[in-house]
């Protein structure tokens, strides 16, 4: 049911942000709505998630009401901070939102509309499971204002959805791409790699297999092993094998070879795209450090430099709306020296890199370095950014380390 919140100082009642603070109306603003169910929980999956067993005083068929609730508080938070933004993004995650009637999506984003506005050409994401997507159910989210789907497809090979215990027919990705693609929405595949048992050629079948159902965009991420899953349990068991870092390595070579001769440029370590305005601007706002909310129980916002986030529980999010008390379960305020890290962290993942001039003198140093290494483009280098190559992008954190220590 997710990894545990951050420690910091304990949020107010009432949800304010503290009294110098004053949100930048030139920061473009997302917003994040976060939808904690699943029909069963994977073995890999470390989010703030539950089955229909674990809610516990938690109802779905409440939830959208609940979270509207929470869309009322952060606009009478907001104003107090400066004028109220038109949101730029607005993400449904999970959990598995479209296990929601479409209608309570449309409700939600309703709401958000009514509170602050959303964009006219504003990007409205919902990830879903390809086993919920239907004609009707990608019609209605369309009309609501949805403009993009992303689909759950992980992989496309049998052995492998078993092996991540992702129960949705393989064959459905293909029936979920055509009815986005009815309702003109925007269409990502997001990709896993590295279960147990999965070998290159798999990984080569469900690459080819994504590239054919011709996605404007396509996420693929490395399996991590999070501590208290499952899979995490069936490893230190040895009832499977531990992903195997070269073979992973392996894997997102062939990824970036594939998707490149496909059609897709990177603009992100993870992610590819067929053009410019087919990118997650969702994601990219929280890899440039703008502002957004997350409602729902366990999700995170950043306003004007503080960070805050929710209790975990759907119950106790329920609760304490309820009482009309913010969800916050507590906020921090980044230092300089930290959010100077977490920017290196952050902008050197994405293609447009961060300009050398922002780097601290020793990380400056290490540019040579790690040019001579093929872990940062020379040509970028000499006008003034840091941009991974593609051997970069594998040793991400190497980069970060030597531009930061």
Not at 293 to 313: E, I, L, M, Q, T
Not at 398 to 405: E, K, N, Y
């Amino acid at each position: 049911m997710g990894s545990a919140l951050p420690i910091g100082e304990a949020a107010p009642a009432d949800g304010a942000l503290p009294a110098e603070v004053r949100a930048d109306p030139d920061t473009p603003f997302g917003v994040y709505l976060h939808v904690p169910f699943c029909r069963v929980r994977c073995g890999y999956c470390d989010f703030n998630t539950y089955t229909s067993g674990e809610l516990r005083g938690a109802r779905q068929d409440e939830y959208a009401d609940t979270l509207l609730q929470e869309v009322a508080l952060a606009e009478r938070v907001l104003a107090d901070s400066g004028p109220l933004r038109p949101a730029a993004t607005v993400f449904f995650g999970g959990g598995t939102p479209t296990l929601l009637p479409p209608g309570d999506l449309g409700r939600m984003l309703d709401g958000v509309r009514s509170a602050f506005g959303i964009q006219p050409d504003a990007e409205v994401t919902v990830e879903a499971n390809p086993d919920t997507v239907t004609d009707s159910v990608a019609a209605e989210l369309a009309a609501s204002g949805v403009t993009r789907l992303s689909i759950g497809m992980q992989s496309s090979v049998p052995h492998v959805l078993r092996a991540l215990d992702r129960t949705h027919d393989p064959l459905n990705v293909a029936s979920a791409v055509a009815a986005a693609r009815a309702s003109e929405l925007d269409v990502s595949l997001d990709l896993i790699y590295g279960a147990p048992g999965e070998s290159l050629v798999d990984w080569r079948r469900s690459l080819e297999t994504a590239i054919a159902l011709e996605p404007d965009h396509v996420s693929a991420y490395a399996l991590i092993i999070e501590d208290g899953t499952k899979l995490a349990r069936q490893i230190r068991r040895g009832e499977v094998p531990a992903p195997d870092d070269d073979l992973q390595a392996d894997m997102y070579e062939l990824a970036d070879e594939l998707l490149a001769a496909g059609g897709y440029d990177w603009y992100e370590v993870s992610n590819w795209s067929t053009h410019a305005r087919h990118r997650s601007r969702h994601n990219l706002a929280y890899w440039q450090g703008h502002d957004w909310w997350g409602f729902g129980p366990g999700a995170h916002s950043h306003v004007g430099g503080v960070r805050f986030w929710n209790v975990k529980h759907p119950a106790a999010y329920a609760q304490r709306l309820a009482l009309g008390e913010s969800p916050a379960a507590g906020r921090e305020r980044p230092d300089a020296a930290a959010r100077a890290l977490e920017s290196v962290l952050l902008r050197t993942r994405i293609r447009e890199g961060m300009p050398i001039a922002d780097l601290l003198g020793e990380g400056r140093h290490a540019v040579a370095t790690l040019i001579a290494d093929g872990l940062i483009e020379g040509p970028a280098a000499l006008r003034g950014r840091i941009v991974l190559t593609r051997r970069g992008r594998l040793l991400a954190d190497a980069v970060v380390r030597a531009l930061t220590d």
